[in-house]
């Protein structure tokens, strides 16, 4: 039971903050109505609503996290019909500690905005029904604790396969199902015991899209496996698709770190650090802390004054 409740708390962790990173992101919106393709002549069709995809690209493709929050509360209103509005919305709620409430009612919206869609579009409806049980197993598990909370999360997660199977069946092909799955699959790889991380590593290579957040997966994966050198050659592929993303720059820098290469990482962490204001709080004090830890390894003797990543203020 203990390795079931690590590997939760671990999934949960990674899952919510990024819950709608999975999900995606794209080419500009008039060049492409489906987001998630590698290959526009094969790819199911798929119209995203104006406002989930200005969020979406700003979330994703941009790393801009104040103008997502403004389209997603945009298309809330206007294209709640859709699972991933609601999805991207608890995922931002989680982000900005909106509250634990908030988050669940959003997480609850996902799914059952995504079971109303299975009669109509089975595929999507039941990998959003997925997602959204994965919110509500993380939810249980923050709220709860893992000791309390494991027996319902792990019901969920019981769920969240049923659905991805059920979606698999009708499609295995499908990019928007893959770079999901494949994320997932790559969570509970990393963090079971005797695991093999090979399949879902394969799956975001090769079937998953878009090609940028496959190879942004495929880098935290290989990170996270202690693999940097394979990292920084998928970071680097990310980087040369959405260049000015700082969440990119600073998953380079990091893995600069891990290869002990702290000098290169700084121009990374600076890199990211410039573009902090579109960032969400925690995720700028986790960059700040990183980038000065970094700087004094390269130069111990520096200055408080002489920090690379510091507030305006400081």
């Known amino acids: 039971m203990n390795e079931k409740i690590s590997m939760l708390g671990?999934?949960?962790?990674g899952i919510v903050g990024s819950a709608v990173f999975v999900l995606g992101t794209w080419v500009h919106p008039v060049q492409a109505a489906n987001p998630f393709c590698r290959d526009a002549s094969t790819c199911p069709e798929y119209d995203m609503?104006?406002?989930?995809?200005?969020?979406?690209?700003?979330?994703?493709r941009d790393g801009n996290y104040d103008r997502a929050k403004k389209a997603a509360e945009g298309?809330?209103?206007?294209?709640?019909?859709?699972?991933?509005t609601h999805a991207m919305q608890a995922s931002l709620v989680y982000l900005y500690e909106d509250g634990w409430d908030r988050f669940k009612t959003h997480a609850t919206d996902t799914r059952e905005t995504a079971e109303a869609l299975i009669p109509t579009n089975p595929l999507r409806g039941n990998l959003y029904a997925a997602v959204g049980y994965f919110l509500e197993g993380a939810h249980t598990l923050q709220t709860e604790g893992t000791v309390r909370g494991t027996p319902a999360a792990l019901s969920k997660l019981r769920q969240v396969f049923g659905h991805l199977e059920e979606a698999e069946k009708i499609d295995p092909s499908d990019p928007e199902l893959n770079i999901i799955k494949g994320f997932m699959d790559l969570m509970l790889a990393v963090n079971l015991p005797l695991a093999n991380p090979e399949d879902s590593l394969d799956r975001l290579a090769y079937q998953a899209g878009p090609d940028y957040l496959a190879y942004r997966g495929l880098a935290i994966g290989y990170r996270d496996l202690n693999r940097p050198q394979e990292a920084l050659?998928?970071?680097?592929?990310?980087?040369?698709?959405?260049?000015d993303n700082p969440e990119v720059q600073y998953l380079q820098a990091q893995i600069y770190v891990e290869n002990g290469d702290y000098e290169q990482s700084l121009d990374w962490f600076k890199k990211a650090w410039e573009k902090r204001a579109q960032l969400p709080n925690d995720l700028k004090k986790q960059i700040k802390r990183e980038c000065n830890k970094a700087q004094r390894e390269v130069n111990p003797n520096r200055a408080d004054s002489e920090r690379l990543c510091q507030d305006d203020e400081s």
């Open 10 to 13: 671990s999934i949960a962790s």
């Open 49 to 60: 609503g104006s406002q989930a995809r200005e969020g979406f690209d700003a979330m994703f």
């Open 75 to 84: 298309a809330i209103v206007a294209e709640s019909d859709d699972p991933i």
């Open 233 to 243: 050659t998928e970071v680097q592929n990310a980087l040369a698709i959405t260049p």
